[in-house]
């Protein structure tokens, strides 16, 4: 990144040791089972900017509104060479499947398209990431506990940026399990 903007929290780098794709991961058509467990040379060091996240695993109440996703990527679809310099997030709600699924068809001009059920979505009216923000966090509310989240999706893909189309994102819950023994 150059240094246009400085973020206002130094980073902290590490390097990946392991990564474990899902054994059904395909790309590109169709996108399905797109997750991967990361495994880095040495621990993050937590602080005020740097904390974990519970993955979401059907155990907690969680509301599919208020979610936040958050990611340095491009800021506009037209020039995509733009990273952002600093974190940036958006509220964004979850998007019922079949609703998501009609969009997706319409967006692509496939009629066939299936969205499959590894995918949640989220966001559209132009609350969205966009390019360089695939693997982002999608966080949501846990019901009735004031500032706690869970991860319930990591962005996976859309159609273009910023537009009335939701983003897909890789469903956590359908692969806890699998994470779990990773």
Excluded at 63 to 75: D, F, I, K, M, Y
Excluded at 143 to 156: H, I, P, R
């Amino acid at each position: 990144l150059n240094q246009t903007k400085v973020e206002a929290y130094s980073m902290q780098q590490r390097v990946a040791t392991v990564i474990t794709r899902h054994p059904q991961y395909t790309s590109p058509d169709p996108i399905d089972n797109d997750i991967a467990v990361v495994q880095v040379n040495q621990p993050f060091k937590f602080a005020s900017h740097v904390q974990k996240i519970c993955l979401y695993d059907g155990t907690q109440k969680i509301s599919v509104t208020g979610c936040l996703a958050s990611g340095w990527g491009a800021e506009s679809f037209e020039d995509q060479s733009q990273l952002s310099q600093i974190l940036k997030k958006v509220q964004m709600d979850h998007v019922d499947h079949d609703i998501c699924q009609k969009q997706l068809r319409l967006a692509l001009k496939k009629e066939n398209f299936v969205l499959s059920d590894s995918f949640l979505c989220a966001g559209g009216n132009e609350n969205d990431l966009c390019v360089g923000d695939s693997g982002a966090p999608l966080v949501c509310p846990v019901a009735g506990e004031e500032n706690k989240f869970v991860l319930t999706g990591l962005a996976s893909y859309g159609v273009k940026c910023f537009t009335e189309n939701p983003g897909v994102y890789t469903n956590v819950l359908k692969f806890i399990d699998w994470i779990r023994v990773v």
